[in-house]
């Protein structure tokens, strides 16, 4: 469904991935792990074309399509939905009002009756003031809730591929379990692929992924599966790198 090729990406002429190789299946739940500073964001923002992300090398196809050098807009349209660290606040428009043009340009019905009352069931599931609807987007909300509210524009919009950066970022322990159990739910309905980058254990034990991948300096350094997350929580990154420095020299450095 997703397939990264040889991926090359400088941000202020500093390269940052170097030469990344990632494909995910339909259905597959891939997590992304690795040290601060490894490029793990910037696969999820190049992939999005955020500004100052340059490809200089590599592809990336989606469904068989070559999407890297389409627009943001394009890739959105495709079924990719995004979801970083810090969603930004953009005042003057409320979420109601986005998600009724975003469902509109994708030529779903937008019925204001079944809208409202789908919100309100998702409000529910998602623990969250019915009237964030009616507010600007992300405007005074906590980190929790900021994920919550796009949690909400993914049951609405029901996008075919997450990429979910570090959605653990800022939560209590009460909404990772709600973001979590929504995850696995969505998955379980719908199927969707998700590239989830994130260290907090109890999301990887509940979605269980096919995947989990560690990155370091730019590339994927091993492959494994929920082991490999295991192993990680209980050794850390630092352990797998003197193992590599001893490795590589011959003695223990």
Not at 41 to 60: L, V
Not at 121 to 139: G, S, T
Request: proline content about 3%; charged content about 30%; glycine content about 6%.
């Amino acid at each position: 469904m997703l397939e990264i090729k040889n991926l090359k990406i400088e941000i202020e002429n500093k390269e940052v991935l170097k030469g990344l190789d990632l494909n995910v299946k339909n259905g597959e739940i891939h997590v992304l792990m690795g040290p601060n500073g490894a490029g793990k964001s910037t696969i999820c923002k190049a992939i999005m074309k955020y500004p100052n992300y340059k490809i200089t090398e590599g592809t990336i196809l989606y469904n068989e399509e070559d999407i890297t050098k389409k627009s943001t807009n394009e890739i959105a349209s495709m079924g990719l939905y995004y979801i970083s660290q810090t969603p930004v606040e953009i005042e003057g428009i409320t979420n109601a009002e986005a998600l009724r043009l975003a469902m509109s340009s994708q030529k779903k019905s937008v019925d204001i009756f079944t809208f409202n009352k789908k919100c309100t069931l998702i409000c529910e599931k998602l623990k969250m003031p019915k009237n964030f609807l009616h507010r600007p987007i992300n405007v005074g909300m906590s980190g929790g809730e900021r994920k919550k509210n796009e949690l909400l524009g993914m049951w609405l919009l029901e996008p075919s591929f997450l990429l979910l950066d570090e959605i653990d970022s800022g939560l209590d322990v009460d909404a990772i379990k709600i973001v979590s159990e929504n995850l696995k739910e969505y998955h379980e309905q719908t199927n969707a692929s998700m590239l989830i980058i994130t260290h907090q254990q109890s999301i990887i034990d509940l979605l269980k992924p096919d995947y989990v991948h560690i990155l370091k300096d730019g590339k994927i350094e091993e492959s494994g599966n929920l082991t490999l997350a295991k192993k990680i929580e209980k050794e850390g990154f630092l352990e797998k790198s003197r193992v590599n420095i001893v490795s590589e020299s011959g003695k223990n450095e």
